[in-house]
């Protein structure tokens, strides 16, 4: 499956922000999730989100992932925007159910950079 994420630009800190992630294939099929890579450092898990949508994991109550399997898209809503938040955000997917480690996925889009200024 390709995945398209969008939604990223310059925000200041203490805004919300809701990036998308758009699949060439049928999102309930998937396990889902969102990552970042902040500059220079390793990829960071955020959330992840199941085939049906009915069961999500996060690391940070900041952040709320969803799916519209109708529209075969995902998102993740960020609320009160830090500037450590400032990273290149990932969507993924796999067959199978979500998982933390960035390892497990083997769909990735080419990310969505986020800067938010203090």
């Known amino acids: 499956v390709q995945l398209q994420a969008s939604g990223g630009g310059l925000v200041q800190a203490g805004d919300s922000l809701r990036l998308s992630c758009a699949a060439s294939d049928r999102t309930n099929k998937y396990g889902m999730a969102w990552f970042r890579r902040p500059s220079g450092k390793d990829l960071e898990f955020l959330a992840s989100i199941n085939w049906s949508g009915n069961s999500v994991d996060y690391v940070d109550g900041r952040f709320t992932i969803s799916k519209d399997n109708a529209k075969n898209m995902a998102y993740l809503q960020i609320n009160t925007l830090k500037p450590e938040d400032t990273a290149r955000y990932f969507c993924?997917?796999?067959?199978?159910?979500?998982?933390?480690?960035?390892?497990?996925?083997?769909?990735w889009g080419q990310g969505t950079l986020v800067t938010v200024s203090s």
């Open positions: 993924a997917a796999r067959k199978g159910p979500p998982r933390r480690d960035p390892d497990q996925y083997d769909s």
